[in-house]
C-alpha cells in the first residue's frame, strides 16, 4: 500500500493525497463498483426494464402510462423519450432511493469510514464523493431505460427513425434532476437518527408522493418533476393540427375503455426559464447533500450522533422502536467450548420436525425483539377501531391500516440473519427448509395477529367471500416479505415494494387488491383468494427449495 492511501472499497479504489476532484473520482467509482455487485441492484435494473416496457404499451392496449386526453403521440424517438422518462421521473425516484440509501452504513460496518476519517479528506468532499457515487448508480438505471426505449420504438412498428438527440433530451432535462435529488435525500435520511433506519424509508415513500402529485402542477416550485414544458408543447402541437382534445393530461398506470388516438409530436425546445428551474433544482440538491456535514460524526463513536452508533445499534435501528442494547464488539469474536463428542451423536439427536412448534416461537420471538412500547399502542388502537366503525368500515379502512402498521417487522423476514451476519452459524442447522417455513409462520402468526379484528368482524357478518380474502392476503404478505428479503438480503426491497402495493389497494384498486378491502358494493371486489394463495405457495416454494442448496453452499469469508 501507497504512504498516504487507504482502501475505500472492496473494488479496490483508493482515496489519495491528490486533487479533490480525483479523490472524490475515486471514492465513487470504488462505491458503485461495489453497489453494482449487489442482488438489489440487478433486481432494480430489471424493473427499469419493465417500466421501459410499460411506458410504451402496444398501440391497441387499454392500459397506458402518459395521455393528454384521448390522444397519445406516434412512437417516434421525442415521444418515446419523453413517455419513458416521465416514467422514470415518476417511479426511479421511488425505487432508487431504496438502492442508494445505505452509502454511510456500508462505510461504518466495513470500518472503511474509519479509515477514511483519518485521510486529508474533508466531510463535505466525502459527502460530495457520496452524493456522486449515488447519482452514478441511477444513471446507469436511466441508461438501461434509454436502451429500452429504443428498443420499444422498433418494437412498436410506427416509426424507425432513431434521433438520438429527441430521445436523450427528456432524460437529461427531466429525469435527471430527480436523480440528484433522490440521490442528496438519501443521504440527508441516512445522516439524521430517526430517519436512518426502518422509519425513514416509509416516511420517503409519503414524500415521494407528495412529489409526484404536486410536482405535476405548472405552478410548482423549479418546475416540479419537469412534465409541464415538454405536456404545454404537446398541447400547442394537438392545437396546432386543428385537434379536438377532450379530457386532461394523465401520468400514470390507467385503464381505458377505449385504445388512444394518436397525433404526431417532433418533441420539445425548453424554454430559458425552464432550463434554469432544472439547474436550480440541481443545484438545491447538492446544497442537501451537503447540509449533513455540519454534524456529521465522520465515524467517531465519542461523538455519537449522525453516525456514531456501534453495529448492533444499527441493526435494531432497522424496526420502530427498538430497544438499543448493550455495545457489541466491532470485530468477530470466537468462543472454544469444549463437549464431548456424545453431545453430537445421532441417538440424542431430535428429529427436525419433532420440535417444529419450538422453531416457530423462536422465530417469533426474533421476528418481534426489541419493539417498544408504541408500536404495541398504536397496533392495539387500530384494533380498538376496527371495533367501533362498521363492518365495511372494517375491510375497506381498519384491514389496509392493520396491515401497514407491521411493514418495517415483515421487511426482516429472510433478510435479517444476513444483515446481522449469523448466516453462516444457520447454515449448520441440520433442516433448513423446516427453518424457513418456520420463519414464514412466524410471518404468518404476526399477519395473523395485527388482522385479527376485521376478520373477527367480517365472521360475525357472515361475510364469508371477505373472511377467504382475508386469508388470502394473510398467507400472501409474510411469503412476499420472506421471498423479497431472501432474494435481495435486505429489508429494503420489501419496504419498497409493499408500500405502492398496500396504497394502490388502500385507493381502491381492485387489480392488485390482495386483502379484499376495495368493496364498491359491499363485497370484495379483489383478486381471486385462490389466486393469492396460489401466488404466495410459489413464493413459498421457491423459499424453502432454495433452502437447502444455500445451505450446503461453502461460505464465503
Not at 257 to 280: C, I, K, N, S, Y
Not at 346 to 362: D, E, F, Q
Not at 445 to 461: H, I, N
Not at 483 to 501: E, I, V
Request: hydrophobic content about 50%; charged content about 10%; proline content about 7%.
Amino acid at each position: 500500500m501507497s504512504v498516504g492511501r487507504v482502501p475505500v472499497s472492496p473494488g479496490g479504489f483508493r482515496v489519495g493525497i491528490g486533487s479533490l476532484p480525483v479523490r472524490l473520482g475515486r471514492l465513487a467509482l470504488g462505491d458503485v463498483r461495489d453497489r453494482v455487485r449487489r442482488p438489489a441492484y440487478a433486481v432494480t435494473l430489471l424493473a427499469a426494464v419493465l417500466l421501459g416496457y410499460l411506458a410504451v404499451p402496444q398501440p391497441t392496449s387499454h392500459w397506458v402510462i402518459l395521455q393528454i386526453g384521448d390522444f397519445r403521440g406516434t412512437y417516434n424517438s421525442a415521444y418515446v423519450g419523453v413517455a419513458t422518462a416521465f416514467a422514470a421521473a415518476l417511479w426511479l425516484p421511488l425505487a432508487g432511493f431504496y438502492v442508494v440509501r445505505n452509502a454511510l452504513a456500508k462505510d461504518e460496518r466495513s470500518g472503511v469510514g474509519r479509515l477514511l476519517a483519518a485521510t486529508p479528506l474533508r466531510t463535505t468532499g466525502y459527502f460530495a464523493g457520496k452524493l456522486l457515487s449515488n447519482v452514478l448508480v441511477l444513471v446507469s438505471m436511466l441508461g438501461v431505460l434509454a436502451v429500452t426505449a429504443v428498443v420499444m420504438q422498433l418494437a412498436r412498428g410506427e416509426s424507425y427513425r432513431i434521433d438520438p438527440v429527441a430521445l436523450l433530451k427528456p432524460f437529461v432535462l427531466i429525469a435527471l434532476p430527480l436523480m440528484v435529488v433522490t440521490g442528496a435525500a438519501a443521504l440527508l435520511f441516512e445522516s439524521l437518527p430517526v430517519l436512518r433506519g426502518g422509519v425513514g424509508n416509509v416516511v420517503w415513500f409519503f414524500v415521494w408522493l407528495a412529489l409526484v402529485l404536486g410536482g405535476q402542477r405548472p405552478d410548482a416550485p423549479l418546475g416540479g418533476i419537469g412534465v409541464h414544458g415538454a405536456v404545454a408543447s404537446m398541447a400547442d402541437d394537438l392545437a396546432a393540427q386543428h385537434t379536438r382534445v377532450t379530457g386532461e393530461f394523465s401520468l400514470g398506470f390507467t385503464y381505458l375503455e377505449q385504445p388512444l388516438r394518436t397525433f404526431v409530436w417532433h418533441g420539445f425546445t425548453p424554454e430559458q426559464g425552464f432550463v434554469l428551474g432544472r439547474v436550480a433544482l440541481v443545484l438545491a440538491a447538492v446544497a442537501l447533500a451537503l447540509l449533513p456535514a455540519l454534524w456529521f460524526g465522520r465515524f467517531d463513536p465519542a461523538r455519537g450522533g449522525a453516525r456514531g452508533a456501534t453495529a448492533g445499534q444499527r441493526v435494531q435501528e432497522a424496526v420502530p422502536g427498538t430497544v438499543p442494547g448493550p455495545p457489541q464488539p466491532h470485530g468477530p469474536t470466537m468462543t472454544t467450548v469444549h463437549r464431548p463428542l456424545s453431545f453430537l451423536s445421532p441417538a440424542t439427536a431430535t428429529p427436525p420436525g419433532a420440535t417444529y412448534h419450538r422453531l416457530v416461537l423462536g422465530e417469533l420471538r426474533i421476528l418481534l425483539q426489541g419493539v417498544a412500547w408504541w408500536w404495541w399502542t398504536g397496533a392495539a388502537l387500530i384494533s380498538i377501531a376496527g371495533l367501533c366503525v362498521p363492518t365495511a368500515g372494517a375491510a375497506r379502512v381498519v384491514l389496509p391500516l392493520a396491515w401497514i402498521w407491521p411493514v418495517l417487522i415483515w421487511s426482516r423476514l429472510g433478510a435479517q440473519r444476513h444483515e446481522h451476519g449469523v448466516q453462516a452459524l444457520l447454515g449448520s442447522y441440520p433442516a433448513a427448509r423446516h427453518r424457513a417455513l418456520a420463519e414464514w409462520s412466524a410471518g404468518f402468526a404476526l399477519t395473523g395477529a395485527t388482522g385479527s379484528v376485521p376478520l373477527l368482524r367480517l365472521a360475525m357478518a357472515g361475510d364469508w367471500q371477505g373472511v377467504a380474502s382475508w386469508a388470502g392476503g394473510a398467507v400472501f404478505i409474510p411469503a412476499l416479505a420472506l421471498a423479497l428479503g431472501s432474494l435481495s438480503r435486505t429489508h429494503r426491497l420489501f419496504q419498497a415494494l409493499y408500500l405502492p402495493l398496500w396504497y394502490c389497494v388502500f385507493n381502491g384498486l381492485p387489480l392488485l387488491d390482495y386483502m379484499g378491502a376495495t368493496r364498491p358494493e359491499g363485497r370484495p371486489a379483489a383478486l381471486s383468494p385462490l389466486l393469492v394463495a396460489g401466488l404466495a405457495a410459489l413464493l413459498l416454494a421457491g423459499v424453502v427449495a432454495a433452502a437447502g442448496p444455500l445451505r450446503r453452499a461453502p461460505a464465503v469469508s
